[in-house]
C-alpha cells in the first residue's frame, strides 16, 4: 500500500518520527501540522540566535523536505499567543486549571483545521490511514470515521491515572509540588471520546497499555509501539563510562525535576549515601518548592534546566543514569543515556528499555531502599560499570527508525486486513 497515511499532528512530537519512517517507506500521503518552518525562518534563526526563533526553525525536518506538508502558522502563532496569555493572566481556579484548558482550546482548533483540510481530499478511500495523537484529534476522528477511514490515535501517556498518582505524592509528600496538578474532567472526556472512535490506540510501553486497560479501553484496541532513537555520532571520551575511584561515582538524573519523575526518592537513597563516593548531579527544570529543595544531602547538586546541546556534555561527564519515574509512557532519555555508554537504572513505570543486569538494573518505584542498594552494587563492583557501559549503547540499536517502521506497517496490515488493495 502506497501513499495512504494521514498524518496529524501539533509541535513537533518525537522529532516527526512517524511522518518521516511513513514517507521514507512510500505510504505518507500528506502531513498536517500547526506550525512549519519555512526556508525565512530556518535563515533567520541561524543568523539572529533567539530563543523564539531557535524554537520556531526546529518545526520542520529535511527529510520531509519533499513531503506534502499542511500547515497553519499564522493560526498557530495566534494561538499559542492566546494561550500564553491566558496562563499569564492568572485565570481562577474555577475557570481554568493551569494549562490544560488551554490544550484542549488548541487540540480543538487544530483538529477542526485538519477536517477542514481533509473535506477536500479526493484521494480517501477504505485504504487510507489517519494517525494522530491525543487530545489534538477528536474533531477529525469524528468526520474520518463517518468517511470510513481507518483512524489511530496516539496516546502519549498514562492519563487519569498518571494523574492520580500524581495527587498521591502531593498528599504524601506536602509542601514538595511547586504547584498542585489541577486537571479539568473535561480534558479526561476529550482524550476518553478520541480512544472510542479511534480503530487502534498506540501507546508506547505495556506500563502505558495497562493503564488505558484500567481506564476502559478494550485490549483488542491497545497497540504497543516503542519509541525510536537516532544515536547519531555521539561524541564522548573513551572512558567516559569508566569510573576511577579516586573520583566520587557520578550519577545523573536529568529531566523535569518534579514528582511524578520520582525526584523525592532519588533525594532520600542519596540521603543513605552521604558517606559514600558517590555525587548525584540533578539537572533539568525545577517543579519542586524551595522547601523540598533544602532537604538534600549534601552529595546533591541541583543545575537546572539545560539546553540539548548541554545535555550531551552532561552524559558525558556521568557514570550512571538513574530514571526513578512514577509514571512515564516511555522517557526517551534512557536510550540518550545509553547511547553515550551510561548503564540506566530504570523503574517499571516507563518504556521497557533496559535489561537487568546486562545495561542496567531495574527497581521498585517509590523505593529509595532499592535505589541505595544498587548505587552500592555499583561502588562495590566496578567491573560491572564497565560491562555495563559497553552493554548499553549497543541496546540502543534495538530502538532504530527501521523498527518503528516495521511495527507501523505491521499495523496497516491489521488495520486494513480484508480490504482490496
Not at 505518507?28 to 530563543?51: E, M, P, Q
Not at 532519588?266 to 552521604?274: M, P, S, T
Not at 566496578?382 to 557501559?389: A, F, G
Request: proline share 5%; net charge positive; hydrophobic share 45%.
Amino acid at each position: 500500500m502506497l501513499n495512504n497515511w494521514i498524518c496529524s499532528q501539533l509541535g513537533a512530537r518525537e522529532h516527526y518520527s512517524v511522518p518521516r519512517v511513513l514517507f521514507q517507506n512510500g505510504r505518507l500521503a500528506a502531513l498536517y501540522t500547526d506550525y512549519w518552518a519555512g526556508n525565512a525562518v530556518r535563515f533567520l534563526a541561524a543568523k539572529i540566535k533567539t530563543r523564539p526563533l531557535n524554537s520556531l526553525a526546529t518545526r520542520f525536518h529535511p527529510e520531509l523536505g519533499n513531503a506534502t506538508v499542511t500547515s497553519w502558522n499564522v493560526h498557530a502563532l495566534l494561538w499559542e499567543a492566546r494561550f500564553g496569555q491566558k496562563r499569564m493572566a492568572g485565570h481562577r481556579p474555577a475557570k481554568i486549571h493551569g494549562p490544560f484548558h488551554g490544550f484542549i482550546e488548541v487540540g480543538c482548533r487544530f483538529a477542526l483545521c485538519v477536517r477542514e483540510a481533509l473535506r477536500k481530499r479526493r484521494d480517501l478511500n477504505a485504504n487510507s490511514v489517519f494517525f494522530s495523537y491525543d487530545t489534538g484529534a477528536l474533531e477529525t476522528l469524528e468526520w474520518c470515521r463517518e468517511q470510513g477511514l481507518k483512524c489511530i490515535l496516539n496516546q502519549m501517556d498514562p492519563n487519569r491515572v498518571e494523574v492520580e498518582l500524581v495527587r498521591g505524592e502531593e498528599q504524601q509528600w506536602r509542601g514538595w509540588a511547586s504547584a498542585a496538578i489541577q486537571v479539568p474532567e473535561e480534558y479526561f472526556a476529550r482524550r476518553e471520546r478520541e480512544w472510542a472512535l479511534a480503530d487502534r490506540v498506540v501507546v508506547n510501553s505495556e506500563f502505558s497499555r495497562q493503564a488505558l486497560l484500567r481506564q476502559g479501553v478494550p485490549a483488542s484496541k491497545l497497540v504497543v509501539i516503542p519509541l525510536c532513537f537516532e544515536a547519531g555520532e555521539i561524541d564522548r571520551k573513551s572512558d567516559s563510562g569508566i569510573w576511577k575511584s579516586d573520583q566520587p561515582l557520578r550519577v545523573l538524573f536529568l529531566g523535569q525535576v518534579i514528582l511524578r519523575k520520582g525526584i523525592q526518592y532519588l533525594l532520600a537513597a542519596a540521603r543513605q549515601l552521604e558517606r559514600e563516593n558517590i555525587h548525584f548531579d540533578v539537572v533539568g527544570p525545577i517543579g519542586i518548592s524551595g522547601e523540598a529543595i533544602k532537604t538534600a544531602p549534601g552529595n546533591v547538586t541541583f543545575h537546572g534546566r539545560t539546553g540539548r546541546d548541554q545535555a550531551a556534555a552532561w552524559y558525558q561527564r556521568s557514570h550512571l543514569f538513574v530514571l526513578p519515574t512514577l509514571s512515564d509512557g516511555f522517557a526517551i532519555t534512557q536510550l540518550e543515556a545509553m547511547a553515550h555508554g551510561l548503564p540506566v537504572i530504570a523503574t517499571p513505570c516507563c518504556g521497557e528499555v533496559v535489561s537487568a543486569g546486562v545495561d542496567g538494573f531495574i527497581v521498585p518505584a517509590r523505593d529509595a531502599g532499592a535505589l541505595a542498594q544498587t548505587f552500592r552494587r555499583y561502588l562495590a563492583e566496578p567491573e560491572l560499570l564497565r560491562t555495563q557501559s559497553a552493554a548499553a549503547p549497543v541496546k540502543v540499536r534495538n530502538f532504530a527508525y527501521n523498527r518503528l517502521a516495521e511495527n507501523l506497517i505491521r499495523l496497516e496490515a491489521d488495520l486494513l486486513k480484508g480490504h482490496p488493495c
